[in-house]
């Protein structure tokens, strides 16, 4: 197993959920990670992405509410969502951001009441 999400669950809208991923340090510790959220009947979009030192990108859906974070020395993850939406409602997975990888987790579901 290289990545495994948690942090997932119910929540209102406008409230807040951490999630993490505890990853391999052989995929961590070279790659930029990236958070990805799956909603049903949609594909997977990336979200937002840390690069080893630390520059983020963030997908304009998330933007100024979505915090990404890595520390280094755990080979761990964070993502802190706040002001949460509806549409935020969607599975959530952690990975390098690389074209072909292919050993997701389970992913970790979020779901956000209105």
């Known amino acids: 197993v290289q990545v495994v999400e948690s942090g997932g669950g119910l929540v209102q809208a406008g409230g807040s959920l951490s999630l993490s991923c505890a990853a391999s340090?052989?995929?961590?510790?070279?790659?930029?990670m990236g958070w990805y959220r799956q909603a049903p009947r949609k594909a997977r979009e990336l979200i937002a992405v840390i690069s080893v030192g630390g520059d983020t990108y963030y997908a304009d859906s998330v933007k100024g509410r979505f915090t990404i974070s890595r520390d280094n020395a755990k080979n761990r993850l964070y993502l802190q969502m706040n002001v949460l939406k509806s549409e935020d409602t969607a599975m959530y997975y952690c990975g390098p951001t690389l074209p072909n990888f292919a050993s997701w987790g389970q992913g970790t579901q979020v779901t956000v009441s209105s």
């Open positions: 340090q052989s995929i961590f510790s070279i790659n930029a």
